[in-house]
Nanobody, 115 residues
Framework: QVQLVESGGGLVQAGGSLRLSCAAS????????MGWHRQAPGKQRELVAR??????EYADSVKGRFTLSRDNAKNTMSLQMNILKPEDTAVYYC??????????WGQGTQVTVSS
Protein backbone atom coordinates (compact mmCIF):
# COMPACT_ATOMS: atom_id res chain seq x y z
CA GLN A 1 0.00 0.00 0.00
CA VAL A 2 1.46 3.31 -1.10
CA GLN A 3 1.69 5.94 1.62
CA LEU A 4 1.76 9.71 1.25
CA VAL A 5 3.92 11.71 3.62
CA GLU A 6 3.59 15.48 3.89
CA SER A 7 6.15 17.90 5.23
CA GLY A 8 6.79 21.60 5.37
CA GLY A 9 3.98 22.89 7.53
CA GLY A 10 4.55 25.28 10.39
CA LEU A 11 3.89 28.68 11.87
CA VAL A 12 4.40 31.79 9.76
CA GLN A 13 3.39 35.42 9.96
CA ALA A 14 0.86 36.86 7.56
CA GLY A 15 2.54 37.74 4.28
CA GLY A 16 5.08 35.00 4.65
CA SER A 17 5.67 31.83 2.66
CA LEU A 18 5.74 28.09 3.20
CA ARG A 19 6.41 25.20 0.91
CA LEU A 20 4.59 21.92 1.47
CA SER A 21 5.86 18.67 0.04
CA CYS A 22 4.21 15.32 -0.46
CA ALA A 23 6.22 12.19 -1.08
CA ALA A 24 4.65 8.94 -2.21
CA SER A 25 6.32 5.77 -1.00
CA UNK A 26 5.95 4.21 -4.43
CA UNK A 27 4.52 4.80 -7.85
CA UNK A 28 0.79 5.29 -8.13
CA UNK A 29 -0.72 4.06 -11.40
CA UNK A 30 -3.80 5.46 -13.04
CA UNK A 31 -3.77 8.89 -11.44
CA UNK A 32 -6.86 10.94 -12.25
CA UNK A 33 -6.15 13.89 -9.96
CA MET A 34 -3.41 14.80 -7.50
CA GLY A 35 -3.28 17.81 -5.27
CA TRP A 36 -3.86 19.38 -1.90
CA HIS A 37 -6.91 19.87 0.27
CA ARG A 38 -7.19 21.69 3.58
CA GLN A 39 -9.46 21.66 6.58
CA ALA A 40 -9.76 24.53 9.01
CA PRO A 41 -11.28 24.04 12.48
CA GLY A 42 -15.04 23.77 12.30
CA LYS A 43 -15.06 23.77 8.51
CA GLN A 44 -15.36 21.17 5.79
CA ARG A 45 -12.33 19.93 3.94
CA GLU A 46 -11.86 21.91 0.74
CA LEU A 47 -9.82 21.63 -2.42
CA VAL A 48 -6.83 23.97 -2.57
CA ALA A 49 -5.13 22.96 -5.81
CA ARG A 50 -4.84 19.93 -8.02
CA UNK A 51 -3.59 18.57 -11.30
CA UNK A 52 -6.34 17.07 -13.41
CA UNK A 53 -5.54 15.85 -16.87
CA UNK A 54 -3.35 18.45 -18.47
CA UNK A 55 -4.51 21.33 -16.35
CA UNK A 56 -3.92 22.79 -12.91
CA GLU A 57 -6.86 23.97 -10.85
CA TYR A 58 -6.78 26.36 -7.90
CA ALA A 59 -9.38 27.46 -5.41
CA ASP A 60 -10.31 31.09 -6.00
CA SER A 61 -9.04 31.98 -2.54
CA VAL A 62 -5.46 30.94 -3.38
CA LYS A 63 -5.13 31.90 -7.04
CA GLY A 64 -2.08 34.03 -7.65
CA ARG A 65 -0.57 33.10 -4.28
CA PHE A 66 -0.15 29.33 -4.37
CA THR A 67 1.67 27.26 -6.97
CA LEU A 68 1.39 23.52 -7.42
CA SER A 69 4.27 21.53 -8.87
CA ARG A 70 5.34 17.92 -9.18
CA ASP A 71 8.29 15.70 -9.96
CA ASN A 72 6.98 12.49 -11.47
CA ALA A 73 10.38 10.81 -11.44
CA LYS A 74 10.61 11.27 -7.68
CA ASN A 75 6.90 10.72 -6.92
CA THR A 76 6.75 14.06 -5.18
CA MET A 77 4.41 17.02 -5.29
CA SER A 78 4.83 20.46 -3.76
CA LEU A 79 2.66 23.42 -2.92
CA GLN A 80 4.42 26.78 -2.75
CA MET A 81 2.33 29.13 -0.65
CA ASN A 82 3.11 32.84 -0.77
CA ILE A 83 1.47 35.90 0.74
CA LEU A 84 -0.10 33.71 3.38
CA LYS A 85 -3.15 34.98 5.22
CA PRO A 86 -4.61 34.01 8.61
CA GLU A 87 -7.53 32.41 6.77
CA ASP A 88 -5.07 29.96 5.18
CA THR A 89 -4.63 28.38 8.61
CA ALA A 90 -5.65 24.74 8.33
CA VAL A 91 -4.42 21.19 8.19
CA TYR A 92 -3.25 20.53 4.64
CA TYR A 93 -3.64 17.09 3.11
CA CYS A 94 -1.96 15.60 0.09
CA UNK A 95 -4.44 13.67 -2.04
CA UNK A 96 -4.37 11.36 -5.04
CA UNK A 97 -7.42 9.98 -6.79
CA UNK A 98 -6.88 7.06 -9.12
CA UNK A 99 -8.97 5.29 -11.71
CA UNK A 100 -8.23 1.81 -10.37
CA UNK A 101 -7.41 2.00 -6.68
CA UNK A 102 -9.53 4.78 -5.32
CA UNK A 103 -7.97 7.56 -3.38
CA UNK A 104 -4.96 8.13 -1.16
CA TRP A 105 -4.63 10.71 1.63
CA GLY A 106 -1.64 11.87 3.56
CA GLN A 107 -1.74 12.27 7.33
CA GLY A 108 -1.92 16.06 7.11
CA THR A 109 0.41 18.88 8.04
CA GLN A 110 -0.56 21.92 10.09
CA VAL A 111 -0.17 25.39 8.64
CA THR A 112 -0.74 28.28 11.02
CA VAL A 113 -0.63 31.88 9.84
CA SER A 114 -0.52 34.53 12.53
CA SER A 115 -1.82 38.03 12.00
Amino acid sequence: QVQLVESGGGLVQAGGSLRLSCAASGSIPGIHTMGWHRQAPGKQRELVARFRGGSTEYADSVKGRFTLSRDNAKNTMSLQMNILKPEDTAVYYCHYYTWYRGEYWGQGTQVTVSS
